[in-house]
């Protein structure tokens, strides 16, 4: 048994807990061509969940401060990139590849920069008064999270606004039998490339190597020098447009959205940040990975059973490693 | 903090008595259904309110599950009444299957959740809450789903009922009021609820209440001189969970219909956030005074914002700031500025007020 879990630990450890779950599910569903669509479709939800999730992960990481008002950031993200979507609705809807994608990334840039002017306000202004007091700190940013809520309704309405898809995400490709949609592939694929980014700046530049030193153990850094606060108020700024640009993915992936969006997807980050292990970025993509899949493959096999699937899931994981499956070293 | 000088003490608590006052006499000073309405409301607030700050305020533990459990007494009652049919039977069975579940739930919550840092468990009972809230949409065969469901209480309590009758056979009416089903049924919730407070009192007050304290100011402490810092946690957790769940099934009673949005909303539980902070963390008082403010604030701010709202008519933005259903955003604002400046709220500030001078 002991051995097991070592040569376990060798091939990966927790992060081959997706893979037996996609094996398990394999076995249950039967059709390969349903499997594969199921699987792209966790993946790629996985993926957008992480966008939102990791930049409340590392918040927390760094300084021990938990944002409930987080998902403010998804919903203005969501809002701002379809309002700036249906303003060049024109060049969505262009037969050009060129502009499709000017179009895109000029909404994907709005929301990005909305993040990042709304995450230093958030941090200098709401957050910075009360650090190192969390009953505060949770009072404070829930009060923040019903006042943006309040903000998003005042501007946008309460009824549900359509987000216009730039045409070359449109539709789905065959292999065989086996259909996948572009606009998927597409959220997988930036997910991966907002993860690999992550990776390489935590830990291949300074920068990286102060904010993990900072997660391990905030006074030494202090204490050598560096300044911290500002450090933090860089994460804050970065995880805050991350948040947006994943409320982004998910307006377009959804299509409709509405004020409620925020919410709803709170929940869904925290649960991941949980099952994750807060501060990690690994344990955040395992834990959205894992959200993703199940959701997609329980939703397929036991219908009913769906709406309680993300919170069994955290309840297993957590009776099985009580501070999540890869928490940051603390 | 009693043993202080009892200035800002004596005013806080004579505002309070003379809220109860009001309350007690509510039906015959404010004639119209609608006040009768805010009464009974800031009644179950306070109820509820008050056993939230025994989480928040004496212990410390951040939950967002308490509407859950607000909501579990509330279908408990609205379920029974509605299979078995209005009658006293009826109520108790709700009552008792619907402090079983809280009871059952708030353990399992506390046992698993509450050895973890207080963010952790805040997190997990806001994951909790939102599960029942989506069970309890789902499930309509037996909760209605969205519409809710509604029912009739027992007989005691119709409007048609009536307590006394004059010689002609009319309902007999005291100081111009009727003696109905309604005043019954407001009298109900008002004494039910006056004693679940006074209970909440009374702990805070016992040497239980100095444990909570002596968890909320220093766990390791507590831990060390030997208390059973979990053991007291999920304890308290309980109680307030049973406190919720009692004065969910008051307000099923009272309202005869219980859906989400009365009972289970994530609204609900900005509300009681909204009011234990404005009232005043950890003063008992602060929930009164936070329960009336808001649930006034929610009936009559509105009127107020409406008219703002047309007196600003063409300037860009503001009018849609000031519309009535965007009165939460002000609340929102009020409540960020307290939690900076008067983190006690107005009852703990008043209070050490007296204390200094």
């Known amino acids: ?330 | 903090m009693t043993h202080s000088s009892p200035r800002g003490a004596l005013f806080i608590k004579s505002v309070v008595l003379l809220i109860g006052a009001l309350l007690l006499f509510a039906p015959f000073l404010f004639q119209e259904t609608r006040s009768l309405e805010v009464a009974a409301r800031i009644c179950i607030f306070v109820v509820l309110v008050a056993s939230y700050d025994l989480l928040i305020g004496y212990t410390g533990i951040v939950s967002f599950a308490h509407t859950m459990f607000f909501g579990f007494g509330a279908y408990g009652a609205a379920i029974a009444l509605k299979q078995m049919g209005p009658g006293w039977d009826a109520v108790l069975v709700g009552v008792l299957a619907g402090l079983a579940v809280s009871i059952v739930v708030a353990i399992a919550i506390g046992l698993l959740s509450l050895r973890v840092k207080a963010i952790f468990f805040a997190m997990i009972t806001l994951a909790a809450a939102s599960v029942v809230l989506v069970l309890a949409s789902q499930l309509s065969d037996l909760t209605g789903g969205e519409d809710g469901i509604t029912y009739k209480a027992p007989q005691v309590f119709k409007t048609a009922n009536k307590l006394m009758v004059d010689d002609a056979g009319k309902v007999a009416r005291v100081f111009g009021v009727k003696l109905n089903g309604k005043l019954a049924a407001y009298y109900f919730v008002f004494t039910s609820c006056l004693v679940l407070f006074i209970l909440c009192l009374r702990m805070v007050a016992s040497p239980l209440g100095t444990v909570l304290k002596a968890i909320r100011e220093n766990e390791a402490r507590a831990e060390a001189i030997g208390y059973r810092v979990v053991a007291y946690r999920t304890f308290v957790f309980c109680i307030a969970a049973v406190a919720a769940s009692l004065a969910g099934s008051i307000y099923a009673i009272w309202l005869k219909y219980t859906g989400p949005d009365t009972a289970l909303s994530f609204t609900i539980m900005i509300d009681i956030l909204l009011m234990v902070v404005i009232g005043g963390m950890g003063t008992m008082y602060g929930a009164v005074i936070g329960a009336v403010l808001l649930v006034l604030a929610q009936y009559y701010l509105r009127d107020l914002m409406g008219a703002a709202s047309d007196a600003l008519h063409g300037i860009p933005l503001l009018p849609e700031l000031f519309e009535p259903d965007r009165w939460l955003l002000w609340l929102g604002i009020i409540f960020i500025l307290l939690v900076y400046f008067f983190p006690k709220g107005i009852a703990g500030t008043i209070w050490d007020k007296g204390a200094r001078s």
């Open chain 1, 1 to 330: 048994m002991n051995q097991l879990s070592q040569t376990l630990e060798r091939f990966g450890g927790v992060y081959l807990l997706p893979v037996f779950v996609g094996l398990i599910a394999f076995v249950l569903i039967g059709a390969p061509s349903s499997w594969v669509t199921l699987t792209v479709a966790g993946l790629s939800m996985g993926m957008m969940i992480f966008l939102m999730a990791s930049g409340l992960s590392l918040i927390f990481g760094l300084m021990d401060v938990l944002n409930f008002g987080h998902s403010a950031f998804i919903s203005f993200g969501a809002f701002v990139s379809a309002s700036a979507l249906a303003y060049m609705s024109g060049w969505l809807g262009a037969d050009n590849i060129a502009l499709n994608l000017i179009a895109l990334f000029l909404a994907f840039g709005a929301a990005l920069a909305f993040g990042l002017v709304a995450g230093w306000f958030f941090e200098v202004v709401i957050i910075k008064p009360v650090y190192h007091d969390h009953l505060r700190q949770i009072l404070i940013t829930m009060g923040a999270l019903i006042v943006s809520e309040q903000i998003i309704l005042a501007v946008w309405g309460g009824a549900p606004v359509t987000v216009p898809r730039p045409a070359f995400l449109e539709g789905s490709w065959l292999f065989g039998d086996v259909t996948v949609e572009i606009y998927r592939a597409f959220a997988f694929a930036l997910g991966l490339a907002v993860y690999i980014a992550l990776y390489f700046v935590l830990k291949r530049t300074r920068i990286g190597l102060l904010i993990r030193a900072g997660v391990e153990n905030r006074e030494m850094v202090e204490a050598l020098g560096f300044k911290i606060n500002r450090l933090f108020v860089g994460v804050f700024m970065v995880g805050s447009a991350l948040a947006a640009l994943g409320g982004a993915m998910w307006a377009g992936y959804e299509t409709l959205i509405t004020p409620a969006l925020g919410g709803e997807m709170m929940i869904v980050v925290f649960i991941v940040v949980i099952i994750g292990g807060l501060g990690s970025v690994e344990g955040t993509l395992l834990g959205a990975i894992m959200v993703g899949l199940i959701a997609n493959y329980i939703g397929f096999l036991a219908p009913k059973l769906a709406l309680a699937s993300n919170m069994l899931l955290m309840m297993a994981i957590l009776l099985w490693r009580p501070s999540g499956l890869k928490p940051a070293v603390k």
